[in-house]
Nanobody
């Protein structure tokens, strides 16, 4: 099993920045991909950014390209999401996600990011 502990998030004004962190523990050797999803009220959960653990290939949603950066600290088994130039439409609950090599997902508890206009 993989356990995830998230930190960061909160209230920020439009144009501001936040950094989310997610520390993984347990069977981290079976993690294939780490990433962040978000879910806004009344909307489906969507992938924001992800990074492959073997290749460090990054993927971003079009809506956050150029503003958000995902990174990984292998020694700490931690994934980060640096969010700059935040917009009110970025307001959502952000979930850390890891995908195992067997295709199963593990999720964090969720962090509220609230961007005021």
């Amino acid at each position: 099993q993989v356990q995830l502990v998230e930190s960061g998030g909160g209230l920020v004004q439009a144009g501001g920045s936040l950094r989310l962190s997610c520390a993984a523990s347990g069977r981290i050797s079976i993690i294939n991909r780490m990433g962040w999803y978000r879910q806004a009220p009344g909307k489906q959960r969507e992938l924001v950014a992800s990074i492959m653990t073997s290749s460090n290939i990054e993927t971003y949603a079009d809506s956050v390209k150029g503003r958000f950066t995902i990174s990984r600290d292998n020694a700490k088994s931690t994934v980060y999401l640096q969010m700059n130039s935040l917009k009110p439409e970025d307001t959502a609950v952000y979930y850390c996600n890891v995908r195992r090599v067997d295709g199963l997902d593990a999720w964090g508890q969720g962090l509220l990011v609230n961007v005021s206009s």
